[in-house]
């Protein structure tokens, strides 16, 4: 029978759906789109959640004292995000999405605010507009020692890119000839900010496709969401899958996989007892990988080299409107704390006219792990009065997220070990960590959840084309790259 309550049951509740066609195993991202798109292909679909939230990695919830609605940790998209921009559409909530297009980026470097724009014409000709502000930073020289660095990017195929997997981001800029005083400026932030990594430990392909793909696009703007992102996309994605008579249970931890017949027909669960399916989806991080299967199946020993990479998240109440910035960074330095700021009174419809919240990232956060809360909101706040003045203005609450796994370590080796979608007969694999031809990243989690809900089907004979393909670089790489290729047809 179809679900008809909008709230997920648990593993107690006495009613169950009997016998579906499809669990997964997961309730962030990942496991949501993929069975929501099984849901809407006509399978009876159930997903179970060990946690008592939905939302995985990217979940929200109201804060205890305040009332708002936080996130585990402010999450940020791209417009080229477009399998999540999809599930957006298909779950009616991609307008509560802020797309900040008046400016790219505002930074706060050496106590000046510089501020990147885009302009107008093909990439990468569009980031000229952002020159004066990055000659404000770092000299002309440091800059241009990257032109034989973009310029191989731009045409480089991603076969190419991923060779690069071998050394880390820091050793193929060296090479590549980069300045390090310019690398320790622009690429250390990026590889922190983008890849949760320094950018002497990350994996020269992960940073290096993420440029290419930056360089090929004339339309980056980076987007917020206005509402917490459970209410943005997991409770709308629950509602659907009930509608569709499938079935969401949190508090519902399974303990590992069941076989029968040499194939995988279902799990059992932590409370005891199975569910039997003709198809099992795990939609989780790497790190519950192990514990669900015997320690001599593969998929386990690649797990355990997938290392997470932690982060805290601070959320500050202040009594006082702080300014009109939406979304600022600092340089990464191993001596800062924070990276990246929000002023969710500017993005959030349910702030109007009220003091700013600010929630606020420290990234690859094992070097304060043993300072305590009171201390990394102190931290916090001295840097956000580095960009706004807090004269007059008072800290009405703050809270700390001590998140373990952002994503995982983006490590040289990480993205030629990435595991496939179909593991065995009746197992597949969904997340962001899957091979998606995408970083880490929401849109690679969305990404892999549609590439799974296509595996199911085909198992079935039925052929669907769900999952968008990556972004692919345009403007001046684009001509480059044909240019290239007939010439190699020569």
């Known amino acids: 029978m179809p679900s008809t309550t909008s709230d997920p049951t648990n593993c107690r509740s006495q009613a169950w759906l009997s016998k579906p066609d499809v669990v997964v195993v997961g309730a962030g991202i990942a496991g949501l789109c993929c069975a929501m798109l099984l849901a809407e292909a006509g399978l009876r679909v159930q997903v179970l959640e060990a ?16 009332g708002d609605a936080v996130d585990i940790g402010p999450h940020v998209m791209l417009r080229q995000y477009a399998n999540m921009r999809a599930l957006l559409e298909r779950l009616g909530t991609a307008h509560l999405v802020y797309w900040q297009t008046d400016e790219w980026l505002r930074l706060q470097d050496r106590g000046q605010q510089l501020r990147f724009r885009l302009g107008p014409g093909p990439a990468p000709f569009n980031y000229l507009r952002s020159l004066p ?11 241009l020692s990257n032109i034989p660095l973009a310029w191989g990017m731009l045409a480089a195929s991603d076969r190419e890119i991923m060779a690069l997997d071998d050394r880390t981001g820091l050793q193929y800029l060296l090479e590549a000839g980069v300045h390090r005083d310019f690398i320790d400026w622009f690429w250390g932030s990026a590889a922190i900010a983008l890849l949760n990594l320094p950018v002497e430990q990350c994996s020269a392909a992960s940073l290096m496709r993420l440029f290419a793909q930056a360089l090929g696009h004339d339309d980056m703007a980076f987007g917020f969401p206005r509402v917490g992102l459970s209410d943005l996309y997991a409770w709308p994605a ?26 995988v027909a279902g799990v059992s669960l932590a409370t005891g007892g199975r569910v039997e399916a003709q198809a099992v ?8 990988i192990p514990a669900l299967l015997a320690d ?8 355990r080299r997938f290392e997470p990479s932690p982060y805290v998240s601070c959320y500050l109440w202040f009594d006082k409107h702080l300014g009109d910035a939406r979304f600022w960074a600092r340089p990464w330095s ?15 419809e349910t702030r109007p006219g009220e003091g700013s919240l600010i929630a606020s990232n420290i990234i690859w956060s094992d070097r304060v792990a043993d300072l305590s809360d009171g201390q990394l909101v102190e931290a916090t706040e001295r840097e956000i009065g580095e960009f706004a003045s807090l004269q007059h203005t008072r800290r009405v609450a703050a809270s700390v997220h001590r998140i373990p796994m952002s994503i995982p370590c983006a490590r040289p080796g990480c993205e030629t070990m990435r595991p496939a ?29 549609a590439l799974a809900a296509e595996a199911v089907l085909a198992a079935q004979g039925r052929v669907a084309s769900l999952a968008l393909p990556p972004p692919v670089a345009g403007g001046l790489g684009a001509l480059l790259r044909r240019l290239r290729g007939s010439g190699t047809k020569d």
């Open 238 to 263: 629950i509602r659907r899958i009930q509608n569709l008579g499938g079935e969401v249970r949190l508090d519902c931890a399974v303990a590992g996989l069941w076989r029968d017949g040499g194939r």
């Open 334 to 348: 191993p001596e800062g704390f924070n990276t990246d700021f929000y002023d969710l009174a500017n993005i959030r």
């Open 296 to 303: 001599t199946h593969g998929l386990a020993a690649v797990a």
């Open 51 to 66: 946690s008592e939230v939905p939302g995985g990695r990217a979940r929200s919830w109201a804060d205890p004292i305040t």
């Open 133 to 143: 502000a990055i000659l404000r930073a770092v000299p002309l020289r440091h800059l």
């Open 281 to 288: 989806v795990l939609a989780v991080s790497p790190t519950a």
């Open 421 to 449: 979608t179909r593991i065995e007969p009746g197992l597949l694999l969904a997340g962001d960590w899957v091979d998606t031809g995408l970083p880490f990243c929401m849109e690679g989690a969305t990404r892999a959840g």
